[in-house]
């Protein structure tokens, strides 16, 4: 069992709704990552939280929101999305500090209608 | 060049084979390398950090070559339950960003 959990497993959405996805670990970590991964296709990283802020926002469109209320939470927030924004979201953590690997979530499958 | 790159395979190998996967990186200032494992419609699972000096874990062994920026994993006596895609990762300078091969598609048959 993964020891990142993610809610909800599965979201169907429309273009002018909104929605947010959750991400929780009792780790420890204080770095935590949002992954967008499309079918065959490897996992893309979008944002990097490091101790509660942002770190890095891969020029992700602003209709993807991210929110880290504390060292346990992360949270997506979805808004106006495309259909080419399905795919499956992915949340990791890990300790902070180099060398760290990255703990996966078992992701969030989003289908935009 | 992409910045990681891998053979996607598939490799289709019997069971009780050996089976090797290499990946290369493009940026010689890449520091930390990892091999992932993902099933179909499942998340990354960390298989194992690869360490400059090699490391094994069981029927799995991985490999860094720096000089020839490259890592290797292989995996003795395969098993039925191999059959994944196997993801090599890797971080580049500060920030802990990593970046994903396009992974190889190993399948092991009976």
């Known amino acids: 069992d993964t020891e990142v959990t993610q809610t909800p497993k599965h979201l169907v959405m429309g273009m002018t709704n909104k929605k947010s996805l959750k991400c929780e670990q009792h780790?420890?970590?204080?770095?935590m990552y949002w992954y967008k991964q499309k079918a065959k296709k490897p996992p893309e990283l979008m944002f990097v939280?490091?101790?509660?802020?942002?770190?890095i926002n891969e020029s992700v469109p602003s209709r993807f929101s991210p929110e880290c209320p504390n060292s346990s939470l992360l949270n997506l927030h979805l808004h106006a999305l495309q259909p080419e924004d399905s795919a499956l979201y992915l949340c990791?953590?890990?300790?902070?500090?180099?060398?760290?690997?990255?703990?996966f979530g078992d992701g969030t499958r989003l289908s935009i209608l | 060049r992409k910045e990681v790159e891998q053979d996607p395979g598939p490799f289709n190998v019997p069971e009780g084979a050996t089976v090797a996967f290499n990946c290369t990186y493009s940026?010689?200032?890449?520091?930390?390398f990892f091999w992932y494992r993902q099933d179909c419609r499942k998340e990354p699972k960390l298989l194992m950090s690869?360490?400059?000096s090699g490391n094994e874990d069981g029927r799995f062994t991985a490999q860094l070559n720096r000089a020839s920026q490259y890592i290797s994993l292989l995996i003795r006596d395969s098993k039925l339950s191999d059959s994944a895609t196997y993801l090599c990762a890797v971080i580049t300078g500060g920030g802990n960003k990593l970046t994903f091969g396009t992974g190889t598609q190993l399948k092991v048959e009976l």
């Open positions: 940026n010689s200032a890449s520091q930390s």
């Open positions: 690869v360490y400059s």
């Open positions: 939280y490091s101790y509660e802020k942002l770190s």
């Open positions: 780790m420890g970590h204080r770095a």
């Open positions: 990791a953590s890990s300790h902070r500090g180099n060398n760290q690997p990255q703990h």
